[in-house]
């Protein structure tokens, strides 16, 4: 054991050395043994944005999180602090933010994934929860906790993520006005202090999840609206009610194949999707997607739960749908969408996403500027928006939300998160086409961060210094003083673009 603890801190300690050094009679680190030492991957410059592809020098894959701790202790040392670092999960990031251009980047995978699951007793005070590995994916938790009736209380819309992953970020779906962000339902973290800090203070290498009981069915239904205030409004309605709600999302819906795109797509078996051939095709629609959990217990009624909240909602009558599926292939739908694309060869293509957080008081003008700037006919992939509740954000995470405006009615609670989740198919869609919706995007976000809207990115992506001053806001200097403290070098996630290398030598 010893031996073995020796021989690994001497080969990360030459796959520095063998970065660092102008020397080139250095030999390669692949010459000196494991083989969690690679000299490179192709998939480390790579991710699911397909936009950004910066090239490390190495790729540690860690058999535990000590090999992770050993390679940052002789990071630490002077001589080594010019190699920057970061943690990649199932690299499902946008803008090349695991990246880490002439660096090491740590693949989360090889770490292998152990999961235990603590069920509380009826005798038992505290709570149920899942002791994780930071590369676990989210799917492979709820497999196992399912096997006890348990599962996280909140989500993301696509499981197939890493569990350090999400919690670098903020981690939200339908399920965050209920229970907040994925960030707000951990108990215990091992080596990250911050959370939601993009992966600039540390690197999540366990963590504690806390669970609930998980339901057996899911009653899962969809309503269509052609005013937006009434779709809002009903969106509102529908957060208002977290004891009969379990799940708020929302589209827009600016064409009848944004129905078929990732994360909204229904299992077509199910016969789901909406006939608009007997109204106007032409026009822009909302469509407000909620569920309700069945635990299939004596004296419930999820069908009778649907009808109540139902009865206070203003779709248009004639475009309602709703089906009963198992709680797993709920939450895992997107997984079927996804399998179609791969069998299409759309799915390893970019994405050029972009995500905003919207306050309430400029959603409407922010819909209308997002429609201004694309083509409603041939936009493809889903455009998403529901509402959040800023009190289930815990103030202590680094997550910008748009600032709070204040008036008569005190504090806004109601922000929106908008994603346009769009694909670039390159048949369709070549380099200049890319270019041209990339920078569609930054103006969208300029427009919507300035002046009335106060938008925010969530998963964010900035070109400078001053913009990223600029989304943090009044919380900047803290945000600054928490890496400074944990990670004072900037050796950690340079994909992000945050902080400049500092060196050593100048402190």
């Known amino acids: 054991m010893e031996f073995a603890l020796f021989c690994t801190k001497v080969n990360i300690l030459i796959l520095i050395l063998a970065l660092c050094s102008p020397c080139k009679f250095i030999q390669s680190p692949m010459d000196y043994g494991p083989s969690n030492l690679l000299e490179t991957k192709s998939s480390a410059s790579l991710d699911f944005g397909r936009i950004v592809f910066n090239s490390p020098s190495a790729v540690l894959r860690?058999?535990?999180?000590?090999?992770?701790?050993?390679?940052?202790?002789?990071?630490?040392?002077?001589?080594?602090?010019?190699?920057?670092?970061?943690?990649?999960?199932?690299?499902?990031?946008?803008?090349?933010?695991?990246?880490?251009?002439?660096?090491?980047?740590?693949?989360?995978?090889?770490?292998?994934?152990?999961?235990?699951?603590?069920?509380?007793?009826?005798?038992?005070?505290?709570?149920?929860?899942?002791?994780?590995?930071?590369g676990v994916l989210w799917v492979e938790l709820l497999e196992e906790s399912l096997k006890l009736g348990l599962a996280p209380r909140s989500w993301t819309d696509y499981l197939y993520l890493s569990i350090g992953g999400t919690l670098s970020n903020g981690g939200i779906s339908g399920q965050t006005f209920k229970y907040?962000?994925?960030?707000?339902?951990?108990?215990?973290?091992?080596?990250?202090?911050?959370?939601?800090?993009?992966?600039?203070?540390?690197?999540?290498?366990?963590?504690?999840?806390?669970?609930?009981?998980a339901p057996q069915k899911v009653k899962w239904i969809r309503a269509f609206y052609d005013d937006f205030d009434t779709f809002t409004g009903d969106q509102e309605l529908l957060v208002s009610m977290p004891e009969l709600v379990d799940y708020v999302e929302g589209f827009i819906v600016p064409n009848e194949q944004s129905l078929l795109s990732t994360s909204v797509a229904f299992p077509a078996h199910l016969g789901f999707m909406p006939d608009f051939h007997h109204v106007s095709s032409a026009k822009v629609y909302y469509c407000i997607e909620f569920a309700v959990h069945d635990f299939q217990a004596e004296g419930t009624s999820a069908e009778q739960v649907v009808e109540k909240i139902s009865k206070q909602m203003s779709y248009m009558p004639s475009l309602v749908y709703s089906v009963e599926v198992s709680y797993f292939d709920f939450l895992n739908r997107v997984r079927m969408e996804e399998m179609n694309l791969r069998s299409r060869g759309l799915w390893e293509i970019p994405h050029p996403w972009l995500n905003m957080f919207v306050p309430k008081s400029?959603?409407?003008?922010?819909?209308?500027?997002?429609?201004?700037?694309?083509?409603?006919?041939?936009?493809?992939?889903?455009?998403?928006?529901?509402?959040?509740?800023?009190?289930?954000?815990?103030?202590?995470?680094?997550?910008?939300?748009?600032d709070a405006p204040t008036g008569g009615d005190g504090v806004e609670q109601v922000v929106y998160i908008v994603g346009m989740l769009r694909s670039a198919n390159p048949a369709s869609c070549a380099a200049g086409c890319l270019d041209d919706i990339l920078r569609r995007n930054r103006q969208i976000a300029e427009a919507a961060s300035a002046g009335r809207i106060g938008g925010k990115q969530y998963l964010a992506h900035h070109p400078s210094l001053l913009h990223w001053r600029d989304h943090f806001g009044r919380h900047w200097n803290r945000f600054a003083a928490r890496k400074n403290l944990f990670d004072p070098l900037g050796v950690l996630a340079p994909g992000q673009g945050i902080f400049p290398r500092v060196h050593a030598s100048a402190l």
């Open 362 to 402: 400029g959603i409407k003008e922010f819909k209308d500027l997002l429609l201004e700037n694309i083509s409603p006919n041939d936009f493809e992939g889903p455009i998403l928006i529901y509402p959040l509740l800023r009190d289930k954000w815990d103030a202590n995470t680094s997550v910008a939300l748009p």
């Open 180 to 213: 907040g962000p994925q960030i707000s339902n951990v108990l215990q973290l091992d080596v990250v202090t911050v959370l939601g800090g993009l992966g600039q203070f540390g690197i999540i290498t366990r963590a504690r999840i806390l669970l609930q009981d």
């Open 62 to 134: 860690p058999q535990s999180p000590r090999d992770i701790s050993l390679l940052l202790t002789f990071h630490s040392a002077s001589s080594f602090s010019k190699v920057a670092v970061a943690a990649r999960g199932a690299g499902h990031s946008i803008y090349g933010q695991a990246q880490a251009i002439d660096g090491i980047v740590i693949e989360m995978d090889s770490i292998p994934s152990d999961i235990y699951v603590h069920k509380k007793r009826d005798d038992e005070s505290g709570v149920s929860y899942a002791d994780v590995g930071g």
